[in-house]
């Protein structure tokens, strides 16, 4: 029947058993709709379960093969197209179905093989299936209690394979749901995987070949790693937003013990922003975004220790912006350059003329090139930019609310430390109630 593509193509219609009256409105058999599909072939079991067979043009990149697709008795598929031929040398044409039950499938067709010694020879050819294929199923825990596995990822699936095609069943494919889509040979029982990020939920399907070809299982299952309360919660996202990394079981329950001990979820926060770890990062990404290069671990170790000893990311970023390696390599050693490479850096945009020519003035009159980049860093456009973009990163919003983002900027346009605003941001009910 015309109407599956640009050519012919396969159809079926079932109708009830004394062909009275059709059961379902006619449906497409074939899945590649490209050349014509012809001369399909139908075998029944004494369940209802049905194969067509049919022989298609290039699919095998040759000429004329065979196509099957097997379906259950109420119409549904339990396989996409497979290609029944394994030889496509020459044509393969006028298949036919022979159904046997339980569990036995035939295909044969006209069509040249491969002789001995590789000589092309025609003949009859047949190849045999289980059928109905095997039902698949996949099993596993949905709710996994982060305390109660040690913050691990570890998760197992079982696998069942029942039916006719069971025996037959020689591998599995696993999407785990994270972009890892493993495949195990054989049957087994079960599989383990190990999830790098926790606190997440995972939807997790499966297939497996048999001697009826790939098919999927006939569920999925959702796997989700939660934690025990919402202040746990909290710590983790900390973990992941400071550290990128999962929390670990000694640091969650230091934190949570602080919570409910009283301490405020600002201090908290704070605590992850000065940590040794996130100071490393936090020096590492200045000299990358500033600099464009990676430092020497004595460079690391100095910056660090002067975060430790009291000195704010402002104070860090003003010194780098007013160096001299700042200077030369992005501002070209010169004070137009200077001033449009801190524009770009803090501002995100050019240097307009107007503020050219302020800022040189400023620069000529004596005025420090770290006291022009603080003043710039302490700007409301700054501060402005720092708490949207922070009110995209923590709280998910595309902007901030006109009180929030002046409340928070004004604090920053006052000399309030960066990490402070910040903490006072992640303290929030919004983003404790985000987790």
Do not use: C
Not at 78 to 86: K, S
Not at 207 to 223: E, F, Q, R, Y
């Amino acid at each position: 029947q015309l109407g599956s593509g640009s050519s012919w193509g396969v159809y079926a219609r079932q109708f009830h058993p004394d062909g009275s009256s059709p059961q379902a409105q006619e449906f497409i058999v074939n899945q590649t709709t490209e050349g014509p599909q012809r001369y399909a072939s139908v075998g029944m079991d004494a369940q209802g379960n049905f194969t067509v067979a049919w022989q298609t043009m290039n699919q095998d990149g040759s000429s004329w093969a065979v196509m099957q697709r097997q379906y259950a008795a109420d119409g549904s598929p339990f396989t996409n197209e497979t290609q029944v031929n394994t030889s496509s040398s020459g044509p393969q044409v006028l298949p036919a179905v022979a159904v046997s039950s339980p569990g036995n499938l035939g295909i044969f067709w006209a069509g040249q093989g491969v002789g001995s010694g590789g000589t092309p020879v025609d003949g009859i050819n047949g190849r045999l299936y289980a059928f109905p294929p095997a039902v698949l199923a996949i099993n596993g825990p949905t709710s996994i209690n982060l305390i109660n596995s040690g913050l691990s990822g570890a998760y197992t699936l079982q696998l069942s394979a029942t039916g006719d095609g069971a025996p037959s069943v020689s591998s599995w494919t696993i999407n785990w749901g994270d972009g890892d889509i493993q495949t195990v040979t054989g049957n087994p029982s079960s599989v383990d995987h190990t999830y790098k990020a926790i606190h997440q939920t995972y939807l997790i399907s499966a297939t497996a070949t048999d001697a009826s070809g790939s098919h999927a299982a006939d569920n999925t299952v959702s796997a989700t790693f939660d934690f025990n309360n919402q202040n746990q919660r909290f710590i983790a996202a900390l973990y992941q937003e400071f550290l990128h990394r999962d929390a670990d079981p000694a640091g969650l329950s230091f934190h949570e013990n602080q919570l409910n001990a009283g301490a405020s979820r600002e201090s908290v926060a704070m605590s992850f922003e000065i940590s040794h770890e996130y100071s490393t990062s936090f020096v590492l990404a200045q000299y990358q975004t500033l600099l464009h290069r990676a430092p020497s671990q004595a460079e690391v170790d100095y910056w660090v220790g002067l975060l430790h000893g009291g000195a704010t990311w402002d104070h860090v970023q003003t010194a780098f912006l007013a160096s001299e390696e700042f200077f030369a390599t992005r501002g070209g050693s010169n004070n137009t350059g200077f001033l449009n490479a801190v524009y770009e850096e803090v501002l995100g945009r050019s240097l307009d003329p107007a503020a050219q020519t302020f800022w040189e003035a400023a620069l000529a009159s004596g005025m420090s090139r770290a006291a022009v980049a603080n003043t710039i860093l302490r700007s409301q456009e700054s501060a402005n930019r720092l708490v949207e973009s922070w009110y995209q990163q923590y709280l998910h919003r595309p902007e901030a609310d006109p009180a929030g983002l002046s409340h928070w900027s004004s604090m920053l346009q006052s000399g309030v430390p960066a990490e402070t605003v910040l903490a006072g941001i992640l303290g929030s009910l919004e983003y404790y109630q985000l987790q």
